[in-house]
């Protein structure tokens, strides 16, 4: 290989490289240090927590979404067919709700006109005291075929005024009880139980009576129990109490569901291989946190079949 004559040095790639060091000013220029790196890192992170902070605190907790779907059933009496039920659960009044969003519910209930209204459990999130406000604006809601509630886990702190400001509401408590609704002929039976957490649920007593033949709805605050229900001639129990998980991520789904819905934690599932459905609200309120993540609170109408 032929050398370079004495005393000549290679000759710069580009006269630019001149820089101190050996390092172009033009690259330096365009480098990020550490320091700088670490900033605009910090500067992002911060920038999504408050970001996603703000909506999953005001954003995804007023956004309620109507989920609308058909359930059909071969037992279903025809005059039930087209029967349109409207399911609303976990309202946790006095915790990050209060009756204005009583009203904005209500509002939204009474827009689908329904047929029948159910109410799954958790009016309050700590003291009934705190549904007083709200009575008056839940009595507005009417509904041909009746109103239905039962007690959730959340509810157990003063049950006698409670079950008095449901009857001022206008709604029909059941515990432990059944209750069957009449339309051109035909009946089937709506039945609600005491909570499994906090309550001494009683299938016996609740479904004891009502004759294998008629189609039954069961409300029932924690989900998983439809398991244990099962065994009854029960064709759709619907269910609160998992609030979906409140907080969901992308893959991983709900980061945490309380006891009772562990199992079960949102939409529509086949219980079991004799016809019977389960369908879990997500709730409309929350509890112990006042956010939401990827799991909008919920309005459920369900449309009656006859297959």
């Known amino acids: 290989m032929r050398g370079q004559p004495a005393g000549h040095s290679p000759a710069p790639d580009n006269p630019g490289d001149r820089g101190t060091g050996g390092e172009s000013p033009g690259v ?23 970001l996603t902070g703000g909506y999953a605190w005001q954003g995804e907790p007023r956004w309620l979404q109507t989920v609308r779907l058909e359930l059909g059933w071969k037992d279903l009496p025809a005059s039930f067919d087209g029967v349109r039920i409207v399911h609303i659960s976990d309202i946790h009044l006095g ?13 939204h209930i ?13 009016i309050v999130d700590s003291y009934a005291e705190d549904m007083a406000e709200s ?39 059941l515990r432990n009880e059944h209750e069957m609704v ?13 909570d499994q957490l906090h309550g001494e649920p009683n299938p016996r007593a609740a479904l004891g009576d009502i004759p294998d033949d008629v189609f039954t709805l069961l409300l029932m605050h924690e989900p998983d129990y439809a398991d244990l229900i099962q065994a009854y001639p029960v064709r759709l129990q619907l269910s609160g109490h998992s609030h979906g998980g409140q907080i969901r991520l992308p893959v991983l ?18 219980i079991g291989g004799r016809g019977m459905k389960l369908y879990v609200n997500r ?25």
């Open 28 to 50: 330096r220029g365009r480098m990020m240090t550490r320091r700088q790196f670490l900033k605009r890192t910090a500067g992002t992170v911060i920038g999504a927590g408050l």
């Open 95 to 107: 915790f990050n709700k209060d009756a204005g969003d009583t009203r904005r519910l209500v509002n």
């Open 110 to 122: 009474q827009s689908v006109r329904p047929d029948l209204i159910c109410f799954s459990g958790d």
């Open 135 to 173: 009575v008056p604006i839940l009595a507005e809601l009417t509904a041909p075929l009746g109103r239905f509630a039962i007690l959730g886990n959340h509810d157990y702190k003063n049950t006698e005024l409670l079950a008095k400001l449901w009857k001022q509401a206008g709604f029909r408590l």
């Open 182 to 194: 009449e339309l051109g002929g035909s009946r089937i039976a709506v039945a609600g139980m005491e």
């Open 253 to 270: 789904g709900a980061l945490f569901t309380p006891d009772g819905s562990l199992k079960y934690i949102d939409g529509l599932y086949e």
């Open 283 to 307: 709730g409309f309120g929350e509890t112990y946190m006042p956010i939401r993540f990827l799991c909008r609170p919920e309005l459920t109408v369900i449309t009656l079949r006859r297959n």
